[in-house]
């Protein structure tokens, strides 16, 4: 059974906080209206599933009741059950407190403050048998009715339902992000296999060489209408997947990949690393890393895995960046 949190008294509505939740489950929601509590005084992440249940339920009409006889100026009257029909989708009567109530303004009719709102069909309920028909229909046509049995209906159609509707835009976002992101990586292959520089020199909007990585995702724009509706000029400012970072993390996460491949490969056969270390154009040192070993078909596989900057060529310094590379430990 699901279970929810309900405020437990409406004197504790202004110092509000969790400790003072207290758990129901929706089975235990009094079907007598009477004895319901006010919907205001539930928790608001709860109360639209509360209201949902009510509504399910449809109103509390006791048919088979033995309405009760009550003084009515100098005649006894009772409730007429005939209106149970009339007003079919809003009328209930309490048992408990003999007395008619509103389904549609009990569920959301504003909460002014007062208990019942004001209203004899809300809260302490409505007993006055004796111009009962006119004033159930008074209560039928005024606006506060009206607006409260709108809300009634819109929660029951699923599909205007909040939660429904939040679902859809979820799910739909999800997929956009996923095609935005599938075509960053997809073009994040090709430069990385024919070893191209992803960066261009201007990457505005007006360049005409906005290098490989965004060219390429131009490209791919132009050619596929899926990715063209949600990436680029398309895609939300904020989540493009097109940055420098995005870049980098994109291109980290492939060459994670293509070394686990590799080590999976080699599995428990013996290997060797070959190092060689040089300084690139600024003179920095670097050393590059390759694997060679025997591969399950009884080849000679030689595989280039990176390059790592290195202080100095010492050899303690070389196996430290190697452990570095391979996220050994360097005790
Ligand atoms: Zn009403």
């Known amino acids: ?36 509590t006010r919907i205001w005084d539930y928790h608001p992440n709860v109360r639209e599933q509360i209201r949902r249940e009510y509504a399910l339920k449809g109103p509390c009409q006791p048919r088979e009741h033995n309405f009760r006889l009550l003084p009515c100026g100098d005649k006894l009257r009772q409730f007429n059950r005939a209106w149970f029909d009339r007003y079919s989708t809003w009328l209930e009567y309490s048992i408990k407190k ?16 007062k208990q019942g709102g004001g209203d004899s069909f809300v809260g302490e309920g409505f007993t006055n048998w004796k111009n009962q028909a006119s004033l159930l229909e008074k209560h039928d046509n005024s606006t506060a009715h009206q607006q409260a049995s709108r809300k009634c209906l819109d929660l029951m159609n699923q599909n205007q339902h909040i939660e429904t509707t939040i679902n859809k835009q979820t799910d739909k976002a999800r997929i956009e992000y996923r095609t935005r992101l599938g075509a960053s ?25 906005k290098g490989n990585f965004l060219e390429l995702l131009h ?4 050619h596929n209408e899926n990715v063209e509706a949600v990436t680029l000029k398309s895609a939300p400012e904020n989540l493009k997947m097109i940055a420098p970072k995005i870049q980098r993390d994109i291109v980290s996460a492939i060459s994670i990949e293509i070394i686990n491949t590799i080590i999976r490969d080699i599995d428990d056969s013996l290997f060797s690393i070959l190092v060689d270390e040089s300084r690139d154009i ?21 595989r280039f895995v990176g390059i790592e900057h290195v ?13 570095g590379f391979f996220f050994l430990d360097m005790d």
Not at 98 to 113: H, Q, T
Not at 185 to 209: A, V
Not at 313 to 323: G, R, V
């Open 98 to 113: 003999e007395a008619v109530y509103c389904l549609c303004c009990y569920l959301f009719k504003p909460d002014n403050g």
């Open 311 to 323: 202080t100095d060529t010492f050899a303690l310094s070389l196996k430290a960046a190697i452990d």
């Open 185 to 209: 990586i997809d073009c994040s292959w090709f430069p990385l296999r024919q070893g191209l520089p992803f960066r261009g020199h201007d990457e505005s909007e007006k360049s005409s060489n």
């Open 282 to 302: 600024s003179s920095k040192e670097q050393m590059a890393i390759v694997l060679r070993y025997v591969d399950k078909n009884g080849s000679v596989i030689e």
């Open 1 to 36: 059974m699901e279970k929810y949190l309900k405020r437990p008294s409406t004197l504790e509505m202004g110092s509000y906080s969790k400790k003072h939740c207290v758990e129901i489950n929706l089975g235990d929601l009094p079907a007598d209206p009477g004895l319901r």
């Open 219 to 222: 490209w791919l724009c132009g």
